[in-house]
C-alpha cells in the first residue's frame, strides 16, 4: 500500500508525467475515433510508427519540426515574459516572405552572406511585426490579442500581395513566387542527401534550430534582461515599483518574440518550400506554435522536443490517407493532448484518490 | 446614380450578411468574457455548429433544426471549455487552443466519414435559411431594386438583430445580468453575497458556445451552402476581435461586427468592377480598426477577473 502510494504521489507531483499521460490519452481518444470510424487502429498508429524507421524517414520529421520548433520558441518566450503572442501567425508569415525577397532579388551574393542576410530580413521584419503591436498596447493602451489578429490578417494580405508583384512572381503559371536562389538554400549537398538516404528537403535548419534554443535558454535563465521580462510578466506593477520600464520590457519581449516567428517563417521557406504561395487561407504555423509552446511547458528543451513531436505527427498524418484514415486525426490527437494539459491538475489530484477513500 | 444606389444595395446587403455569423459568435464571446472565461475557442465552435448545422439541414430537409443543432453543437464544446475551465481551474488560453483543434478535427473526421470527403454535399434552396422579404418591393424602380438588395438578407440576420436587443437587455436590466458581470468583476465578492459563481460562469460559457455554434451555422447555411473545412477559418478570431473592439458590450460588438461586414461587403463591390488589388482591398478592414481604435475607442476595460481561474476554497 505504501509503495502505491509514493507512486501515485511521484505522478501526481511530475509535471513531465503530465505530459506523457496528456499523450498517452491524446492517442487513445484518437483511438476510440478510429473505432467508431470502423479504421483499423493498428494500421494507423503503425503507419505513424512506420514514419520513424528508416532514416529517410526520421530527416522528414526533423526538416518538419524546424519552423516549428522555433515558432515555439517564440511563443514560449511570450509566455515566459507574460504576453500571449498569438501573433506569431503573422510575423511568421512576414518573416517568410521578406527572406524571400532577399533569397530572390540579392540571389546572385555568395552563399553563407546570403543566408545570414536572409535570416537578419526575416527577423528585422518579425520583429517590427511584434514591435507595433507592443507599441499599439503601450502608448494607445490598444488590447495586444486584438491587433496580433488584425496584424495576423494584415501579414497574409500583404504576403499575397507582394507575391503577385512583378519580378517576384514566378514567370510561370504558379500563383506563387519564383523560387529562391540557389544560395540561399540550406539543403544538404544533393550528393550528400543521396549517399546518405536523407528526405530530399533534409537541411541545416535543424543546427539553428538548436542554437536558437540554447540561446533563448540563456536569455531567460541566465540573464537580466531575461529576469527583467520575467519580472515583467510576473507582476507588471511590481516590477514597476521595483524601478523596472515595463513599457520597454514589453516592447523588447515581442521584439524577440516576432524575431523568432519571423526567422521561423525563414527556415520553413529556405529549408522546405523554396518559395511562398498565394494562400487562400491562414498556413497555421503561427497557431502551431503556441500548441507546440504548451506541449513543451514553455521550456526551450521542453519546446525543442515538443516540436519534433509535432514533426513527426504532421508528416506521419500526412501519411494517413494511404491507409484510410484522415489526416484530422492528428487535430483531434493534438487537440485531445493540449486539452488534458490544460486540466493536468486531475493528475495533480491523482494521489488524493486513495486518501478519500481510507 | 442609379449604378451607385445599386452598388450601395449591394455593400447594404453583404455588410448584413457578412456581419451575421460574426454578431452571434461575438454576442457568445461577450456573455464568457464578462463572466470572466476568456474563450479563444470561439473560432472552434463556431466550426462545429457550421458542420452540424449544414449536415443535420442536409438530412433532415429543415434548416430550422439543422440550425438550431448547430448551436448546439457549439454549446457541446462550450460545455468541454467550461467543463476544464470553470470546474477544473484550467488556463484558459490552453483550454481555448485545445477546442479550436478538437472542433474542426472532430467534424472533419465525421465528415469523412459521411461524405467520403472533407466538402459536405450542397444544400437545396429549401434546405438553407429562408431569404424572408426576397423580390418584395418589385424590381422596376431604382428604389425597388435599392430595397430588394438589402432585404434580400436571410432570415438569420433578423433574428441576430433581435438578439442583439435581447442580450443588451439580459445584461444590463436584469438581475442575472448584472450578476454575470459582476462574476467577472469580482468572484469573490459575488460568493460572499451569494451568487453561485461556478454555475454562473459554467451557463455563460455554455451559452457563448451556443451562440457561436449559431453564428458558424449562418456562414454555411445561407451564402456559402456547404461546409468545407476553410469555412470558418479565422472569423471566430474576428469576432473576438469586433467584442474586445467593442469593450465587451452586445452593443458595441455591433458596431465591431458592422464594421467587418461593411470593409466585406466593399470587398465585393470593389473586387468585381475595378482594378484595385483584391489582396489590398482585403487588407481595408484590419487596418480600418486597427485605426479606428487608435483615434475613437482607445484603451478598453477588459473585466477585471477576466481570464483568472476562480477557485472556490481560496
Redesign the interface.
Given at each position: 500500500m505504501k509503495k502505491k502510494k509514493s507512486f501515485l504521489e511521484f505522478v501526481s507531483d511530475n509535471k513531465f508525467i503530465h505530459i506523457l499521460l496528456s499523450i498517452i490519452l491524446g492517442f487513445l481518444i484518437g483511438a476510440i475515433f478510429l473505432v467508431i470510424m470502423r479504421l483499423s487502429v493498428g494500421e494507423a498508429y503503425g503507419r505513424l510508427l512506420k514514419s520513424i524507421t528508416s532514416v529517410k524517414g526520421i530527416t522528414y520529421v526533423i526538416v518538419y519540426a524546424v519552423p516549428y520548433i522555433v515558432a515555439g520558441l517564440s511563443v514560449a518566450f511570450s509566455f515566459k515574459t507574460g504576453v500571449f503572442n498569438i501573433g506569431a501567425e503573422g510575423q511568421f508569415v512576414v518573416g517568410s516572405m521578406a527572406a524571400a525577397i532577399v533569397g530572390i532579388r540579392l540571389g546572385t551574393l555568395p552563399k553563407p552572406v546570403l543566408i545570414i542576410l536572409c535570416f537578419l530580413a526575416a527577423m528585422a521584419v518579425g520583429a517590427l511585426w511584434g514591435i507595433i503591436v507592443a507599441f499599439l498596447k503601450t502608448k494607445w493602451g490598444i488590447n495586444e490579442v486584438l491587433s496580433m489578429i488584425m496584424f495576423n490578417w494584415i501579414a497574409f494580405y500583404l504576403s499575397n500581395f507582394i507575391a503577385g508583384l512583378p519580378g517576384i512572381k514566378s514567370d510561370g503559371s504558379a500563383e506563387a513566387t519564383q523560387n529562391i536562389s540557389d544560395n540561399a538554400s540550406m539543403l544538404f549537398p544533393k550528393e550528400f542527401i543521396k549517399k546518405m538516404d536523407f528526405a530530399p528537403t533534409a537541411n541545416w535548419g535543424i543546427f539553428v534550430a538548436i542554437v536558437i534554443m540554447i540561446v533563448i535558454y540563456i536569455i531567460i535563465d541566465k540573464t537580466t534582461l531575461g529576469y527583467r521580462l520575467k519580472a515583467v510578466g510576473f507582476n507588471k506593477n511590481a516590477a514597476e515599483y521595483g524601478g523596472i520600464n515595463v513599457n520597454g520590457s514589453i516592447m523588447t519581449a515581442l521584439a524577440i518574440s516576432g524575431a523568432l516567428a519571423g526567422l521561423a517563417g525563414a527556415l520553413q521557406l529556405m529549408g522546405m518550400g523554396g518559395r511562398i504561395s498565394i494562400f487562400s487561407s491562414q498556413e497555421g504555423f503561427g497557431f502551431a506554435g503556441i500548441v507546440v509552446a504548451l506541449i513543451g511547458c514553455s521550456n526551450p528543451f521542453g519546446v525543442f522536443v515538443a516540436g519534433l513531436f509535432y514533426g513527426w505527427l504532421m508528416y506521419g498524418g500526412s501519411k494517413l490517407n494511404l491507409v484510410g484514415a484522415p489526416t484530422q486525426l492528428i487535430n483531434v490527437i493534438v487537440g485531445t493532448v493540449v486539452f488534458f494539459i490544460a486540466i493536468s491538475v486531475i493528475f495533480s489530484n491523482l494521489k488524493y484518490l486513495f486518501r478519500k477513500k481510507g | 446614380m442609379n449604378n451607385f444606389i445599386n452598388s450601395l444595395g449591394i455593400i447594404l446587403y453583404a455588410t448584413l450578411v457578412y456581419a451575421t455569423p460574426l454578431l452571434y459568435a461575438g454576442l457568445g464571446s461577450c456573455f464568457s468574457e464578462v463572466s470572466g472565461v476568456v474563450n479563444?475557442g470561439i473560432e472552434g465552435m463556431m466550426t462545429a455548429g457550421a458542420f452540424t448545422g449544414t449536415v443535420v439541414a442536409y438530412f433532415t430537409g429543415n434548416p430550422w433544426i439543422g440550425f438550431i443543432c448547430g448551436g448546439l453543437a457549439g454549446a457541446f464544446f462550450g460545455m468541454?471549455h467550461a467543463?476544464?475551465?470553470v470546474l477544473?481551474?484550467?488556463?484558459q488560453?490552453?483550454?481555448g487552443?485545445?477546442?479550436?483543434?478538437?472542433g474542426?478535427?472532430?467534424v472533419?473526421?465525421i465528415a469523412?466519414?459521411l461524405f467520403d470527403s472533407?466538402d459536405t454535399i450542397p444544400l437545396t434552396a429549401t434546405q438553407k435559411i429562408p431569404q424572408l422579404f426576397s423580390g418584395l418591393f418589385g424590381t422596376d424602380t431604382t428604389f425597388g431594386r435599392f430595397m430588394n438588395n438589402v432585404f434580400a438578407t436571410y432570415a438569420s440576420t433578423y433574428l441576430v438583430f433581435i438578439a442583439v436587443i435581447v442580450v443588451w437587455f439580459v445584461f444590463y436590466k436584469t438581475r442575472f445580468g448584472l450578476r454575470m458581470r459582476a462574476c467577472g468583476e469580482h468572484p469573490m465578492a459575488c460568493e460572499t453575497l451569494g451568487i453561485n459563481v461556478i454555475s454562473m460562469r459554467f451557463l455563460c460559457v455554455c451559452l457563448s458556445g451556443f451562440l457561436a455554434g449559431l453564428g458558424g451555422a449562418c456562414v454555411t447555411m445561407t451564402v456559402s451552402t456547404q461546409f468545407r473545412p476553410?469555412s470558418i477559418?479565422?472569423q471566430g478570431?474576428?469576432a473576438?476581435?469586433a467584442v474586445?473592439?467593442g469593450k465587451f458590450r452586445p452593443q458595441g460588438a455591433l458596431v465591431g461586427c458592422l464594421l467587418f461586414g461593411f470593409c466585406s461587403g466593399l470587398k465585393v463591390v470593389l473586387g468585381g468592377s475595378s482594378g484595385f488589388?483584391m489582396?489590398?482591398i482585403?487588407?481595408i478592414?484590419?487596418?480600418v480598426?486597427?485605426i479606428v481604435?487608435?483615434l475613437f475607442v482607445?484603451?478598453?476595460h477588459?473585466p477585471a477577473a477576466n481570464g483568472k481561474p476562480y477557485i472556490k476554497s481560496r
Open positions: - | 479563444i468541454l467543463v476544464a475551465t477544473l481551474g484550467a488556463d488560453t490552453i483550454a487552443t485545445a477546442i479550436n483543434m478538437l474542426p478535427g472532430i472533419i473526421m469523412k466519414v472533407t476553410i477559418v479565422g478570431f474576428i473576438i476581435a474586445i473592439f488589388n489582396h489590398l482585403s487588407m478592414p484590419y487596418i480598426t486597427v481604435l487608435i482607445g484603451k478598453s477588459v
